[in-house]
């Protein structure tokens, strides 16, 4: 992206922003308004600081650090803190800011939300062929066969698109959980 | 190894099925985040990455000539500009979202060039200068100052806050004043005032102020008034505090991103004058941490609020020290 190249920020748009805005609705308690600014703002910000990001941490682990300190910062102008959910530390991570208007949620209906969020996470993050082939096999319980279909491939081919869906999600998932985005653990010293 | 592919394709097929189909994203709200992303990108792509506006070397200007739109600042460089040298770059301007300045953050200032932050509407302007020394000058609101030399400043009223620098700075910087004191510093952080008196408050190392042919010198926590007859009342002073607000407000924002915790914690120290302590020893652990994002247009104790909290800490202020505490 630093050098100008556009599949880069295609890349970046299609997949990183998405996974982003996922990430900030949870964490703002679903405001979409809120979490509209937040994420154009730690994009705008992140852009400017591409030169910066060392290629330590993921590339959507840094996106996420960022964003949280963005919605901290828009707390801190708020005048108020996000109200942080502590969670036991066999989680993946506590959650995020809750509206003081909900009643709280029981634990565990968080920890399947998170849990969720990490998962949709990494399915943003893939690209729209390992989404659709995982969707159609996982969630819509589709046959290879037809699944082929769908990608106008063979039935060999599908399962290969497959298996290869399945190992980047499996990537993708686990550096998210690894790094405790969902959380406020940070990012890197975990 | 079937069997064992047999399980990573269960456990994801699990994961899947708990989780559920994604709510769809606002396409709506996706597609402005996009559109402002492009425009960033398009901004940074088009622009050399170290092209800078310290660049820009603003010699000798006459002030008539300058774009000063509603006269809210006063700049004027003294001398022939073949002769003029960049003595200091403007670090940060803080002024309401409505005064016009006429100088932009990343400015080079030649030797004679006159600031002013007696805002002619009366809106509040306070700068922060990066001397070529490697100096941080910071000029309180409603004061005048003249860049004499690399190593000199003329106050003529109001207030200038120097700091050298954890590290030191290259060479010592000179404070004069209308009453003709004189204040040298001696690897320090300190503030000198004129108000029909010189009033010297020194925050850290310490400096000597020549006045009436004597000289006395001051150490942290230290004031210092020299009144307009040459006579010096030396008194204690805080080094932390609401006296020194203003000196926070025009700290340079720190480029956080990617430094450790405890490198920030130092910098909160050195601007706010409070001392750092964990709360446990658990907790200093924490300092290795490395901090992301910005705290563009914070001062460093409200970026306080927005860095640790995305560590798990928090803090209170207890005389004096910044206390770090884990977030409840």
Redesign the interface.
Known sequence: ????DERA?EL??ERF??AL??FA?FRLNQD?EL??DI??ST???A??????F?GE?AFMT?LC??C???I??H??KEGR??R?VELSDETVA?AGPVAPSRPPEPEGALL?KE??VL??MA??LLSARYRKA??WK??EGLPVKEIAVRLKVGPKAAESVLTRA?QS??AC?ERLLDSRVAG??????N | MNEKHDH??DE??D?????????E??EA??A???K???R??AE???TP?FEGRSSRVLLAMAASLLVVLTAVWLYRSAGPPATATTVATVELIRADAEAEVGLAAGDALASGAELSTAGADGSPVQLALRMASGHSVRLDADSKIRLASAARLELEWGAVYVDSGAEGAAFGLEIGTPLGTTVREIGTQFEVRVNGTVRVRVREGSVTVSSSGRTFSAAPGEQLLVDARGGVDRSAVAIAGPDWAWVQETAPTL?V??RTLEAYLRWISRETGWRVRYEGAELEATA???V?????G?TPE?SL???L????LDYRIENGTLVITR?S
């Open positions: 992206m630093l050098q100008g920020f970046f748009s922003i998405p805005y996922r609705f979409r979490t509209c994420v154009q994009v705008c910000k852009i400017d600081k591409l030169s910066t060392r941490a840094w650090a960022c949280r300190t963005e901290a910062m707390f801190r803190r996000p942080l506590a399947g849990k969720s998962v949709h399915l943003d995982l969707a996982y969630l399945r999600f499996r998932y406020d653990g940070d990012p890197d010293t | 990573e394709r994801i097929r994961l899947l099925v708990e989780a559920g189909p994604p709510a994203l606002p709200d996706l402005e985040i996009r402002a992303a492009r960033r990108w940074m792509s088009s990455i480029d991103e990617g290795t941490e490395i992301y994002g910005s705290i563009k914070l409200e609020d927005a860095v909290p995305s560590s798990g977030a």
